[in-house]
Structure formats: structure tokens, C-alpha cells
């Protein structure tokens, strides 16, 4: 893989587009079905899987040369730590390095645009991510995520992000296991619109306590599966955020539905938002408060990211 200096590109671009929901609309697709250990990490195995993935990757890499923006697209990775992989049948198999040289793949087919395409290696907590109460202790989610994290940066990829995080304590154990490749990475909670982790931790004290352990730090840190509104309250949140935790959160990757995390999951039907709403209220999070990476999460689709994309692209 030919890597991209992330820093730098971070430094290069005022604002970025990030990629839009993968996974969940692979499981509205309704023909394909999600692996119950690796969700869509098996995908590039089989013909037609492949393909579906293909096609949204795509799509958002579409969107992005459309617009001339820089893009950040994720690896196929979410679940794909060395436990699931054993338990879907797959030890021995490079999941990780396979998904990054995919991307990779698709990143080098669009040749010009593809020096605006950074590569992140995805990476997640191991239970559940609206479920705070299932998450690992520091030294263990360190020991636990040090395996993967070890295989997507030897894949090459540009820089690694754990995301869609619960609790500051496995949070922290990711981003040791991170830091310790020597990769540049990112750290991405979800949060409440009262400034607060699912757990119940501050947000400022989340970073702060993060910044003061791992070293080196997140080069920054993001916010995602949160509707927009939830991510504005929560960062302008007179207690619970601060001026230098807004300095340190420099993107959203949003949702469409304004729902609490409870609510979102046991959702049994889609709950969208009007694309141009979505572009509109997400891209006026650069505006206001200075987050120059902007996507989608849970709910969106080409349509939400092309309506953020316009917006960006204009900046109105």
C-alpha cells in the first residue's frame, strides 16, 4: 500500500468527507447476509458479497471526486478481532491485512483522486457498543486489541480509528493497544447530547484522561453514531465539555435518527432524515464549531453523504 501521512493530510485540508453507514445498509439490503461473528469482514471472500461492498464503497468514493474533497474511507474491520475471526472459522486468514488491501485496491482505481483517499484500519470495542456495562477494563482491552491493531498497521493503512466507544476505560486500553504500533490514530466516542460518554464520563475528562496516559495521544479524536444535534449539545455543554476538549474533537461522523443509543438499537425500522436536512445541519457543524471531518453513521446513505458533500464542497 502507498500510505498517506496523515498528519499531514490533516493539516493540508480545512475540511473532510467522511465515508457514510456501510454495515447497516448491507443488513437493509434484505438479499445479503451478515456473518454473526464478522458482520461484513468475509464479505471480500464471496462473489457477490464482494461485490455489494464494492458498490458502496463506491458510491462514497464517487461522491468524493465529485466534489474534489478529500475522503476518508474505513476498512471492513469493525468486528474483525482475533477472537470473531477463530470463532467464524478464519484463523490463519489475514482478515484485516485483506480488507486493507481491497480498499486499497479501490483507492488506486480512481488514480488522480486517490492522493485525496485516506485509508483508515476500523477498529471497535469487543461487546457491545451501546452497552457501557460491557466494557473491558484498561489493561485488558489493551492485551485484547493490541492483536488487531498490530495487523491493520502492518497492512499499511493510513491511520487507525477505534470508534462508536462507550466507556473511557476501553477506550483507553484501545488507545494503547493503537499507540503502540506507531501509527498515527484516532479515538471516536458516542456520546449523549448532556456532554457525556455512555458511561457517564465527561467528555472533557474523557480526553484529558486519554491525553494524560497514552503516548504518544490520539492525533485527535471524533464523535459518531450521534445525530448532530445530540453532538452540538454535547460539545457545547457548559460542565461536562471544555474549550480544549472542542480543540481536541475535530469530526462527527453522524446519524440521521435523534434517538438515544437505547432507542436507536432496538429500533426495528429505519428512521431517516431528510438528506438535505442531514447535509445541511451537519456540514453547519464546521461553521460553528470547527469539526473538518464530517460523515455518516447509522441511517445514512449516498444521498445523506452527496447533500454533505455539496454543502462542503459550496461551504454553505
Avoid at 215 to 238: D, E, G, I, Q, V
Avoid at 268 to 274: D, I, P, Y
Avoid at 281 to 288: K, P, T, Y
Wanted: proline letters at 4%.
Amino acid at each position: 500500500m502507498n500510505q498517506i501521512s496523515f498528519a499531514k493530510f490533516l493539516e493540508k485540508y480545512p475540511v473532510i468527507l467522511g465515508e457514510g453507514a456501510v454495515i447497516e445498509r448491507l443488513r437493509r439490503d434484505g438479499k445479503l447476509e451478515l456473518d454473526p461473528y464478522l458482520v461484513n469482514s468475509a464479505f471480500i471472500y464471496q462473489d457477490a458479497k464482494r461485490s455489494a461492498l464494492e458498490a458502496i464503497c463506491r458510491q462514497y468514493l464517487d461522491i468524493g471526486r465529485e466534489f474534489n474533497l478529500p475522503l476518508l474511507i474505513s476498512t471492513p474491520t469493525w468486528r474483525a478481532n482475533r477472537e470473531r475471526i477463530a470463532a467464524a472459522g478464519l484463523a490463519g486468514v489475514d482478515v484485516n491485512g485483506d480488507n486493507a488491501r481491497f480498499l486499497d485496491a479501490l483507492r488506486n482505481s480512481y488514480e488522480e483522486y486517490a492522493a485525496k483517499v485516506a485509508i483508515c484500519g476500523l477498529m471497535s470495542c469487543r461487546g457491545d457498543a451501546y452497552n457501557p456495562a460491557d466494557a473491558m477494563a484498561v489493561d485488558e482491552a489493551r492485551e485484547f486489541h493490541s492483536w488487531q491493531a498490530a495487523k491493520l498497521a502492518d497492512a499499511g493503512v493510513d491511520f487507525l480509528l477505534a470508534s462508536t466507544l462507550p466507556a473511557l476505560s476501553e477506550a483507553t486500553g484501545l488507545a494503547q493497544a493503537l499507540a503502540a504500533t506507531g501509527r498515527p490514530y484516532l479515538i471516536s466516542f458516542i456520546v449523549r447530547p448532556d456532554g457525556t460518554l455512555l458511561d457517564g464520563t465527561p467528555l472533557k475528562d474523557a480526553v484529558t484522561a486519554i491525553d494524560a496516559v497514552v503516548t504518544p495521544s490520539p492525533l485527535a479524536y471524533l464523535l459518531n453514531c450521534t445525530h448532530a444535534s445530540f453532538a452540538r449539545a454535547a460539545l457545547l455543554h457548559k460542565t461536562n465539555s471544555s474549550d480544549s476538549a472542542r480543540q481536541r474533537i475535530i469530526g462527527l461522523l453522524a446519524n440521521t435518527a435523534s434517538l438515544s443509543p437505547e432507542d436507536l438499537d432496538g429500533s426495528v425500522s429505519l428512521v431517516e432524515e431528510e438528506p438535505l436536512i442531514f447535509g445541511s445541519s451537519v456540514a453547519g457543524l464546521h461553521s460553528e464549531l470547527g469539526l473538518k471531518i464530517l460523515g455518516g453513521c447509522c441511517g445514512t446513505d449516498d444521498r445523506h453523504i452527496h447533500a454533505l458533500a455539496a454543502r462542503l464542497a459550496t461551504g454553505a
